[in-house]
């Protein structure tokens, strides 16, 4: 066997460990972001987007613009002026940011499950008039039913053990017709292909309360957004992080040299936004389940 089978063999077999779904993803999460706890100017950790045209943003945002930019891609999709929002999953909080300023709700909440995240959010968006950040397992959220009048998850949800709990959780906290906004890419493996994932992925949300469930293939913008942003991933994962956990760090990046980039590319892996709405009555087997503790709550929290 040459070292490029074996190499290639290598690569497959992380592929199909799904090292950015689930607990993994989790913890890899956790520890980019202490190893980022000081670069403030940091604020996203999504793949991006690059659609036909660019977001209108502030100067102060531009450097940010392609993350910024899938932010306002899955946002768009409803009108949020003067909505109670919720962004689960909010990791540097840069979305939920870029949410309020941008589209006008009355409030956007931030909640995710690493406290030491929720401390750097809550120093660097201390300004931002409307804009709070909880600590929350997406999978038992802390708030009343009806809380919301919108719900964001993007680029998160592949993250949680029970994805299907979390989208009850989604139902439960919003108000009757409230909207809930999805962004996630699918596994880029043999098990499940992209259509097989949306067409259970629908129907865990049609279970879960939602009704008018749409989604739409963006995989050609964040293909886009991740090319045009490589530069700036890379410059910042040689500034950042230690020599041994470069390629590993780029993989999670996304940049053109990584076979995450190259799944996209090539089809092997998908990325969707969806748009639906919650039913007017919820599945009564949907009720507010005990908060579940994954030992992620105090995971590598920064220090300030």
Known sequence: ?????????????IRQARVFHGLRARLLYAVIGWLTRHATHLTFMNYGYAGALPAPLRPEDEA???PAQLYHAVAGQADLRGRRVLDVGTGRGG???HVQVYFGPQSTTGCDLTAGILDFCRRVHRHVPGLDFVASDAMALPFAAASFDAVLSVESAHCYPERERFFAEAARVLTPGGVFLFADFTPADTREAPGAWLARTKAE?????FERICFEDITAGVVRGLAADSDRRCAEIERRFPRGTRRLARLWAGTTESWIYDDFR???????????ERAGALPERHARPARVDYGLTAELEPTT
């Open 1 to 13: 066997m040459t070292f490029r089978t074996v190499e290639t063999e290598t690569r497959r077999s």
């Open 64 to 66: 940010q613009r392609i």
């Open 95 to 97: 979305g939920a940011r």
């Open 205 to 209: 949300l049609a279970r879960a309360g």
């Open 266 to 276: 090539g089809g092997r892996r998908r990325y969707y936004r969806g748009r639906m």
